[in-house]
């Protein structure tokens, strides 16, 4: 079976041109383990994409994190698994209620 593949361009404040890609086999859907470890892949992906290592200032970082934000909720989304969606909207949960 060939992999889906992800690809988009973004355009942002902090990555002026920058193009990830992102694959994934369809039975990483079939079990919670599977989409646990799918969307840590997913998580890990747009951080390496948006965040820069190391001590930044406030305004840069907010920026990083929701460039994170935006790649994790695009292939997640093109993904479309509900049951990924659900982990996701979880984790998202989880993230604003530890603010």
Known sequence: MISPIIS???ASAILAASQYE???QQYELETARGRAAL???IVQ???SECITPGRLPLNRSVKER???KRITNE???TIGDQRLAALHGAAS???AQSR
């Open 66 to 68: 929701a460039c994170a």
């Open 39 to 41: 969307y840590e892949r």
């Open 45 to 47: 992906t747009a951080r």
């Open 93 to 95: 949960d989880r993230f």
């Open 75 to 77: 292939i997640v989304s």
């Open 22 to 24: 992102f694959s994934y």
């Open 8 to 10: 988009a361009v973004l």
